[in-house]
């Protein structure tokens, strides 16, 4: 807030005292006025109307200044937040009146948010430790179906361990969303192949293809990226998971690798149904599945994308796509180049 506007503000709030003084005036030119014997001429009142001026204007002048320091201490400045530091320094009641209600707010904000904090690393430390024990049914269910591999139709095995697979990518996306605010803590950035992360993510969806007669081909040189092979593999697995269940039966999913001055490319293009142009700017939002997530047989949960759009941003990977009702969609992770490393190297 610029000096300007403060005064102004300063003014303004104090129109009753102006209103005040001019009355105050008006009383006093009448009192001359009706005394008797007292002569009263205009160069008078204006002389009386200059005297009270000028002893208005200083004692405003002198509160404005008095009251300035304190306005600049509660006036938070770009990047600074009043949550963070207790008020100090009050010189008037009226400052001190205003400091501890603003240090009871800040004491109060300061607790509830060590509650939320306290709340979260529970619920956190609850659902780490839900997804590892489901896990362990999730992997004997597993074994237990391949035992009995040849004793039922393989239409149904193939039924049932895509279900499990499913589970399993269910229960994944939850450990992810639960670790998105402790990303930090747990990412290793070094050189790796994109083949050797896109490979075993498609080797992991080899039973949607053969259900649904799905062809793919990898188009392109193989590239070297700076990233975290762990996160990166679970991004391209959610992209992978979206273009299988919205690409028909025989459709084709093409991934394609490029690399310009700018940095790499990684594309993953499928001939599925497309995605609406009303849908496209929010598909990457939280929960979101749009006209084609509430088919009953793509059973979307809205987190896939929103958990790769979230994770790519902590890797500084774009991710951006484009659509075609009808034709497909492609999904672009764009690496970008780092000038730096490239150079030592």
Same mark, same amino acid.
């Given at each position: 807030? $610029?000096?300007?506007?403060?005064?102004?503000?300063?003014?303004?709030?104090?129109?009753?005292?102006?209103?005040?003084?001019?009355?105050?005036?008006?009383?006093?030119?009448?009192?001359?006025?009706?005394?008797?014997?007292?002569?009263?001429?205009?160069?008078?009142?204006?002389?009386?109307?200059?005297?009270?001026?000028?002893?208005?204007?200083?004692?405003?002048?002198?509160?404005?200044?008095?009251?300035?320091?304190?306005?600049?201490?509660? $006036?938070?400045?770009?990047?600074?937040?009043?949550?963070?530091?207790?008020?100090?320094?009050?010189?008037?009641?009226?400052?001190?009146?205003?400091?501890?209600?603003? *240090?009871?707010?800040?004491?109060?904000?300061?607790?509830?948010?060590?509650? #939320?904090?306290?709340?979260?690393?529970?619920?956190?430390?609850?659902?780490?430790?839900?997804?590892?024990?489901?896990?362990?049914?999730?992997?004997?269910?597993?074994?237990?179906?391949?035992?009995?591999?040849?004793?039922?139709?393989?239409?149904?095995?193939?039924?049932?361990?895509?279900?499990?697979?499913?589970?399993?990518?269910?229960?994944?996306? #939850?450990?992810?969303?639960?670790?998105?605010?402790?990303?930090?803590?747990?990412?290793?950035?070094?050189?790796?192949?994109?083949?050797?992360?896109?490979?075993?993510?498609?080797?992991?969806?080899?039973?949607?293809?053969?259900?649904?007669?799905?062809?793919?081909?990898?188009?392109?040189?193989?590239?070297?990226?700076?990233?975290?092979?762990?996160?990166?593999?679970?991004?391209?697995?959610?992209?992978?998971? *979206?273009?299988?269940?919205?690409?028909?039966?025989?459709?084709?999913?093409?991934?394609?690798?490029?690399?310009?001055?700018?940095?790499?490319?990684?594309?993953?293009?499928?001939?599925?149904?497309?995605?609406?142009?009303?849908?496209?700017?929010?598909?990457?939002?939280?929960?979101? $599945?749009?006209? *084609?997530?509430?088919?009953?047989?793509?059973?979307?949960?809205?987190?896939?994308?929103?958990?790769?759009?979230?994770?790519?941003?902590?890797?500084?990977?774009?991710?951006?796509?484009?659509?075609?009702?009808?034709?497909?969609? $492609?999904?672009?992770?764009?690496?970008?180049?780092?000038?730096?490393?490239?150079?030592?190297?």
């Amino acid at each position: 807030m $610029t000096k300007w506007r403060v005064l102004r503000s300063f003014l303004k709030d104090r129109w009753l005292l102006f209103i005040g003084w001019l009355v105050f005036f008006v009383l006093t030119v009448l009192v001359f006025w009706l005394t008797p014997h007292s002569p009263m001429d205009w160069g008078t009142v204006g002389y009386l109307f200059l005297m009270q001026s000028v002893l208005m204007v200083f004692f405003l002048a002198i509160s404005y200044l008095s009251k300035r320091r304190f306005w600049q201490k509660i $006036t938070p400045k770009p990047g600074d937040s009043l949550l963070q530091n207790y008020l100090q320094g009050a010189r008037s009641a009226e400052e001190e009146r205003i400091e501890s209600y603003i *240090n009871q707010l800040i004491r109060e904000h300061q607790e509830l948010m060590q509650q #939320v904090v306290s709340n979260q690393e529970e619920q956190k430390e609850y659902i780490d430790s839900w997804v590892h024990e489901i896990k362990v049914p999730l992997a004997a269910s597993r074994l237990l179906l391949h035992s009995i591999e040849f004793d039922i139709p393989d239409e149904k095995f193939i039924l049932l361990e895509n279900e499990l697979n499913r589970m399993n990518e269910y229960v994944e996306q #939850v450990l992810y969303v639960a670790r998105l605010d402790s990303f930090s803590k747990d990412y290793l950035v070094q050189e790796i192949s994109l083949k050797a992360v896109v490979q075993p993510v498609l080797r992991s969806q080899a039973n949607y293809f053969i259900q649904k007669n799905l062809h793919y081909a990898v188009e392109g040189e193989d590239q070297q990226v700076l990233t975290d092979e762990k996160w990166l593999g679970f991004i391209f697995r959610q992209l992978v998971s *979206n273009a299988v269940k919205y690409t028909p039966q025989n459709g084709q999913l093409t991934i394609r690798i490029e690399k310009d001055a700018q940095g790499t490319y990684l594309h993953l293009q499928d001939s599925g149904i497309g995605i609406p142009k009303e849908d496209m700017r929010r598909i990457f939002d939280k929960g979101f $599945t749009g006209e *084609n997530g509430r088919q009953t047989d793509t059973h979307s949960t809205g987190l896939g994308l929103f958990l790769a759009k979230s994770l790519a941003k902590e890797l500084g990977i774009e991710l951006t796509a484009s659509s075609t009702v009808g034709k497909g969609t $492609t999904m672009t992770l764009f690496f970008p180049l780092l000038s730096y490393y490239e150079e030592k190297r």
